[in-house]
Nanobody, 115 residues
Framework: VQLVESGGGLVQAGGSLRVSCAAS????????VAWYRQGPGKEREFVAR????????DYADSVKGRFSISRDNAKNSVYLQMNSLKPDDTDVYYC?????????WGQGTQVTVSS
């Protein structure tokens, strides 16, 4: 299993950005996929999760109403749409997929929100 994030960048506060997680080796349709984020000196924290099939989504309280996680089965990818971004959202964003007892992580994509 390989996960590759992309789409990070620099955006002004209040702006939007969409980051992507492209998977290979297994299907995003049949697995949980989650987004986490981590800044310098901070612990990695949960952001959002999407379940397999139609089993739903959940979000950290800090991003509810601003971020949206979705999946494109044809592209075997999961997306995180981030709106109303704040400087506190500045972090490296990682996707994670647990598969056969192992957590697989991507390399991360940097999101920087300027004030």
């Amino acid at each position: 299993v390989q996960l590759v994030e992309s789409g990070g960048g620099l955006v002004q506060a209040g702006g939007s950005l969409r980051v992507s997680c492209a998977a290979s080796g297994t299907s995003v349709m049949t697995n949980h996929v989650a987004w986490y984020r981590q800044g310098p000196g901070k612990e990695r924290e949960f952001v959002a999760r999407i379940g397999p099939g139609g089993s739903g989504t959940d979000y950290a309280d800090s991003v509810k109403g601003r971020f949206s996680i979705s999946r494109d089965n044809a592209k075997n990818s999961v997306y995180l749409q981030m709106n109303s971004l704040k400087p506190d959202d500045t972090d490296v964003y990682y996707c994670k997929m647990p598969w056969r007892g192992t957590d697989f992580w991507g390399q991360g994509t940097q999101v920087t929100v300027s004030s």
